[in-house]
């Protein structure tokens, strides 16, 4: 929710515009639906082509005019002038238009109030953003805005991103224009909440409305240090993961913080300008996401970026970022800051309060397994696929009633899967993802008396190398 469209509207609406209500047919304009507002030239402008995409990405509901400015001028490509939309879904006033249209090179901005999910198929709507070079989504409630999901407002807004225009959004419309919205169609959630159970009520989500280009596998968050919402963000990322959201098995928070803005060029090249924005990376399973169980995740990888710096989201960093776990839904401290790690072919460090172990050839039978049972859990496993044939085995002891979770970062040096044996070499669960790089994961529960022995088995399906794989083991 933002605050920003509720207060006393910031100045006179231009004698060139037009205030025209819209009622669907044989309603009323007493009962309308979408109102609309104009500022500017009354005729929109007519190119053959733009310069685009570009996109801001704002974290509160404002317009940042820096990011603004730089988004205008990369589709009008230097010269002539573009019309912009702002849509809203609550309020009586048009304080982002108030801003943009003094802007130079905009020749119109227009806000559309609408108040119902049947109002992303209105004809004027629809035809307003088509016109439109720009598309701006002010802050609010972002279950309005998902609630326009299929309707024909969807493909009107993606036409403007084909034809060369672009699309930004700050608070709510930050969030709807990630590939996984966090809806908050149930209620707001707070970092304490999600990380004590990322299942909770208050995580609702919804894929599948907008996707940009270099912008994939994403969930958006604002307000983001103002209202200390890193743990809610991690609890995102762990949930895009586990349900299944992203394409590849990781899933990027982008957090962007009050009064701060990331402007993305068509290249897919995110600039900051402001207080600072976060780039939240879980790149596994979580070691434990379950209904009604705080959340265990090691090592989130996170960059973070201050006024001025770059994140290149067509060509995802692999280095510079620092790390940050969260164990039994409890996060490392000082989350907001860290060293960067510059050294990115060492494995990441075990989590704290955790052990790590590094495979001890040869170990390629259950016989000759490595034996891990008396090391510290959450336990982070290193080794290498040497061959094609290669299998790695580790053995480690269940208490009765005791649940073994393990997520293996897999390089993309080959294609590895994993098994999970009982202490008569029985495969009691698998983890068979196809594809070099593709990160596996499996769990099991002990539900006889007493301990029992298990084994982890980490076989090569295809290719080999001295790249590790990393497994996070983790008992609860």
């Known amino acids: 929710m933002s605050p920003f469209r509720n207060r006393r509207r910031l100045s006179v609406v231009a004698a060139a515009a037009v205030l025209t209500t819209l009622a669907p047919v044989g309603v009323t304009a007493a009962h309308a639906q979408v109102t609309r507002i104009r500022q500017g030239s009354a005729t929109d402008v007519s190119r053959a082509a733009w310069s685009g995409p570009a996109y801001t990405m704002n974290g509160s509901g404002g317009i940042v005019t820096a990011t603004m400015t730089r988004a205008i001028d990369a589709i009008r490509g230097g010269t002539g002038a573009i019309d912009v939309v702002v849509i809203a879904a609550s309020g009586t006033t048009t304080p982002e238009c108030d801003v943009i249209t003094d802007l130079a090179g905009v020749n119109s901005c227009t806000t559309l109030t609408l108040t119902a999910a049947r109002d992303g198929n209105d004809a004027q709507v629809n035809t307003d953003i088509r016109n439109a070079e720009f598309v701006y989504f002010a802050g609010g409630n972002q279950c309005n805005y998902v609630a326009w999901k299929g309707?024909?407002?969807?493909?009107?807004?993606?036409?403007?991103?084909?034809?060369?225009?672009?699309?930004?959004?700050?608070?709510?419309?930050?969030?709807?224009?990630?590939?996984?919205?966090?809806?908050?169609?149930?209620?707001?959630?707070?970092?304490?909440?999600?990380?004590?159970?990322?299942?909770?009520?208050?995580?609702?989500?919804?894929?599948?409305?907008?996707?940009?280009?270099?912008?994939?596998?994403?969930?958006?968050?604002?307000?983001?240090?103002?209202?200390?919402?890193?743990?809610?963000?991690?609890?995102?990322?762990?949930?895009?993961?586990?349900?299944?959201?992203?394409?590849?098995?990781?899933?990027?928070?982008?957090?962007?913080?009050?009064?701060?803005?990331?402007?993305?060029?068509?290249?897919?090249l995110a600039t900051l300008s402001g207080g600072s924005a976060y780039v939240v990376l879980g790149d596994h399973q979580p070691e434990v996401a379950v209904a009604g169980q705080p959340l265990t995740y090691a090592n989130f990888k996170i960059w973070k970026l201050t006024n001025g710096q770059t994140y290149d989201f067509a060509n995802r960093p692999t280095?510079?970022?620092?790390?940050?776990?969260?164990?039994?839904?409890?996060?490392?401290?000082?989350?907001?800051?860290?060293?960067?790690?510059?050294?990115?072919?060492?494995?990441?460090?075990?989590?704290?309060?955790?052990?790590?172990?590094?495979?001890?050839?040869?170990?390629?039978?259950?016989?000759?397994?490595?034996?891990?049972?008396?090391?510290?859990?959450?336990?982070?496993?290193?080794?290498?696929?040497?061959?094609?044939?290669?299998?790695?085995?580790?053995?480690?002891?269940?208490?009765?009633?005791?649940?073994?979770?393990?997520?293996?970062?897999?390089?993309?040096?080959y294609d590895a899967d994993i098994y999970l044996l009982d202490s008569g070499g029985s495969t009691v669960t698998r983890s068979v993802n196809d594809g070099a790089g593709v990160d596996e994961s499996a769990s099991l529960t002990r539900n006889t008396s007493g301990t029992g022995t298990y084994y982890l088995d980490v076989e090569a399906y295809s290719g080999s190398g001295t790249a590790d794989y990393t497994c996070t083991l983790t008992k609860s």
């Not at 969030?175 to 999600?194: E, G, L, M, Q, R």
């Not at 990380?195 to 604002?222: I, K, Q």
């Not at 860290?338 to 989590?351: E, K, M």
Request: proline fraction near 6%; include cysteine.
């Open 151 to 268: 309707t024909a407002l969807e493909a009107s807004v993606e036409s403007v991103v084909a034809k060369g225009g672009g699309v930004g959004g700050g608070s709510a419309g930050h969030h709807v224009n990630s590939d996984i919205v966090y809806d908050a169609c149930a209620a707001s959630t707070t970092s304490a909440t999600a990380l004590d159970d990322p299942y909770h009520r208050s995580l609702t989500f919804t894929t599948g409305m907008f996707r940009w280009p270099h912008y994939a596998d994403t969930v958006n968050d604002s307000h983001f240090v103002e209202r200390d919402r890193m743990g809610r963000t991690m609890a995102f990322v762990a949930r895009a993961i586990k349900d299944g959201r992203t394409s590849g098995g990781k899933a990027w928070g982008v957090g962007v913080d009050r009064d701060s803005s990331l402007y993305l060029d068509r290249n897919g």
């Open 319 to 413: 280095c510079g970022y620092y790390l940050k776990s969260v164990n039994a839904g409890i996060p490392s401290s000082n989350l907001y800051s860290g060293t960067p790690v510059t050294d990115c072919t060492t494995p990441p460090p075990p989590p704290p309060g955790g052990g790590s172990f590094t495979e001890v050839e040869p170990n390629d039978s259950r016989s000759a397994a490595n034996d891990v049972s008396g090391n510290t859990y959450p336990l982070t496993v290193t080794g290498d696929m040497k061959s094609s044939s290669d299998r790695d085995y580790f053995a480690l002891t269940l208490n009765s009633k005791q649940k073994l979770t393990v997520a293996c970062a897999v390089p993309t040096a």
